[in-house]
């Protein structure tokens, strides 16, 4: 009598994956929709901080320094330290600190780094 052929569960498995979509993404061709809430670097609205020094205080990763723009102190972000937690806009009494969509933080250039408070980003 002829064996029934049947296929393999490996065979099966190899099968199945071939006309099954791709689990990653083209990136960086393609790039990936940012959903709502992302925790990215840092936008920082000098007009409406009142140096109290609050972020810096509770930001536990010690990744923002305080430093005197124009005779104030305005926190200034060491990204490289920072974990994205994002306590320092939940500190902060003004709403001066918010996040951004921006992911893409690789440098080689460690200053690339540094969020100045130098200007004003709202709205970016
Ligand atoms: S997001 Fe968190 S770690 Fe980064 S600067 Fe703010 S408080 Fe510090
Ligand atoms: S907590 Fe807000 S208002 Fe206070 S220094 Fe930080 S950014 Fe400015």
Redesign the pocket.
């Known amino acids: 009598m002829a064996k029934k052929s049947k296929m393999s569960p490996m065979l099966k498995e190899v099968v199945s994956q071939i006309f099954r979509k791709p689990a990653t993404q083209k990136y960086p061709e393609v790039k990936p929709k940012i959903p709502e809430g992302f925790?990215g670097r840092?936008i920082f609205n000098i007009d409406l901080c009142i140096s109290c020094g609050l972020?810096a205080r509770?930001?536990?990763?010690k990744?923002?320094e305080m430093v005197d723009v124009e005779g104030k102190n305005r926190p200034l972000?060491h990204l490289d330290?920072?974990?994205?937690?994002?306590?320092?806009?939940e500190?902060c009494p003004r709403n001066a600190?918010k996040s951004s969509k921006a992911f893409e933080l690789a440098s080689t250039d460690k200053s690339d780094l540094v969020v100045k408070p130098n200007k004003s980003e709202e709205g970016e």
């Open positions: 925790r840092q972020c509770d930001c536990s990763a990744a923002i972000f330290l920072c974990i994205f937690c994002y306590q320092c806009a500190s600190i």
